[in-house]
């Protein structure tokens, strides 16, 4: 396992960017495992010989199982003004997903209204009549293929419960290892081959354009999948 300095894709005096391993979670929760939130509190804490608590604001969340890249603000404007982009949608995302089955077609964007199961920590497709249900929106397209599985590039334009997860189970591609969603079989780390890929975004004070690419997991099936990117 990586060191996070190995870790680190982007940082500077507002913003730090991790490339989160398959199944670390990212912030606290029930189950008291340390989480990517506190590993980046002590980094700072230790690099910058900061005396006292850390500040370090979570900008957004990937779900425990996926890896990719997590951004975190340094400062509390950062945050401030990072969280507002996400919710202007001024923060791009693009994930890869590894799925057995090949999509209907080749690309395409799927616009489907999902709801949140909270009892079963899981998300469903219906319909716009059902008040609960909030519209999800992304696109693929197929960029890679191996023997046994697609390559798909995911671009996100909305950030609903397990969308990614639940829209492309929907078109009968569960991402691989995802029990929850209807892949047969667990990966042996728990993760899923879902991977935030690529951020991009204005930066909060500099306002200069920021991209920054996740390197995929060292884990199989994903080396395979190293030269379609």
Same mark, same amino acid.
């Given at each position: 396992m990586k060191n =996070?300095?190995?870790?680190?894709?982007?940082?500077?005096?507002?913003?730090?960017?991790?490339n989160k391993?398959?199944?670390e979670i990212?912030? !606290? &929760?029930k189950?008291?495992? $340390?989480?990517?939130?506190?590993d980046?509190?002590?980094y700072?804490?230790?690099k910058?010989?900061?005396?006292?608590?850390? %500040?370090?604001?979570?900008?957004?969340?990937?779900?425990r199982?996926?890896? !990719?890249?997590?951004? %975190?603000a340094k400062t509390? +404007?950062?945050?401030?003004?990072?969280?507002? +982009?996400?919710?202007?949608?001024?923060f791009?995302?693009?994930y #890869?997903? =590894?799925?057995?089955?090949?999509?209907?077609?080749e690309?395409?964007?799927l616009? &489907? @209204?999902?709801?949140?199961?909270?009892?079963m920590n899981?998300? %469903?497709?219906?319909?716009s009549?059902?008040?609960?249900?909030? =519209?999800?929106?992304?696109?693929?397209?197929?960029i890679?293929?191996s &023997?046994?599985?697609?390559?798909l590039?995911?671009?996100?334009? /909305?950030?609903?419960?397990?969308? $990614?997860?639940?829209q492309?189970?929907?078109? !009968?591609?569960? $991402?691989?290892?995802?029990?929850?969603?209807g @892949?047969?079989?667990?990966?042996?780390d728990?993760? $899923?081959? #879902?991977?935030?890929?690529?951020?991009? %975004?204005?930066?909060?004070?500099?306002?200069?354009?920021v991209?920054?690419v996740?390197?995929?997991?060292? /884990?199989?099936?994903?080396?395979?999948?190293?030269?379609?990117?």
């Amino acid at each position: 396992m990586k060191n =996070l300095s190995d870790r680190i894709l982007y940082e500077d005096n507002h913003l730090l960017i991790v490339n989160k391993l398959p199944s670390e979670i990212v912030q !606290g &929760d029930k189950t008291g495992d $340390i989480c990517l939130l506190d590993d980046v509190k002590e980094y700072i804490k230790v690099k910058y010989n900061k005396p006292g608590n850390v %500040f370090a604001g979570l900008v957004h969340r990937i779900d425990r199982p996926v890896s !990719g890249a997590v951004l %975190f603000a340094k400062t509390s +404007k950062a945050l401030s003004r990072m969280t507002e +982009k996400v919710k202007d949608r001024d923060f791009h995302k693009t994930y #890869l997903a =590894l799925v057995k089955n090949h999509p209907p077609k080749e690309s395409d964007l799927l616009e &489907d @209204y999902i709801v949140k199961n909270e009892k079963m920590n899981k998300s %469903f497709v219906t319909t716009s009549a059902n008040k609960e249900a909030k =519209l999800a929106r992304l696109s693929y397209r197929v960029i890679g293929r191996s &023997d046994n599985f697609y390559l798909l590039e995911i671009e996100l334009f /909305t950030g609903r419960h397990h969308q $990614i997860r639940c829209q492309l189970a929907n078109i !009968g591609c569960p $991402i691989k290892g995802d029990l929850k969603y209807g @892949y047969p079989r667990s990966n042996p780390d728990a993760s $899923i081959c #879902l991977h935030a890929y690529r951020i991009s %975004f204005e930066h909060p004070t500099l306002k200069t354009p920021v991209e920054v690419v996740a390197p995929l997991p060292e /884990t199989m099936p994903w080396p395979a999948f190293e030269e379609f990117l």
